[in-house]
Structure formats: structure tokens, C-alpha cells
């Protein structure tokens, strides 16, 4: 029972640190993509 527990608990810590990865790969892929959108508005003018 101990041992389920201790699975469950470390399934669940693994799975909240990957969610929070890719919240912030996805924040810096958004960020990358405005900049480039911001780069191509300037020169396009």
C-alpha cells in the first residue's frame, strides 16, 4: 500500500512538471513568433 502511495505521489509530481514545461515552452514559442511577426511588419513597410 505504502508503495502505490509513494508511486502515485511521484506519477502525480511528474505530471505537474511536465504540464508546467510546456506552459513555458509555449510561452516562448508565442514570444518568438510575435517578434518575428514584429520584424516582418517593420521591414515590410
Known amino acids: 500500500m ?3 502511495i509513494a508511486l502515485l505521489l511521484l506519477a ?13 515552452a509555449g ?3 508565442s514570444k ?3 517578434a518575428i ?3 516582418a511588419e517593420k521591414h515590410s513597410d
Open 12 to 24: 502525480g509530481t511528474t505530471l505537474l512538471a511536465a504540464c508546467n514545461t510546456m506552459a513555458g
Open 2 to 4: 505504502t508503495r502505490l
Open 37 to 39: 511577426t514584429n520584424s
Open 27 to 29: 510561452q516562448d514559442i
Open 32 to 34: 518568438g513568433g510575435n
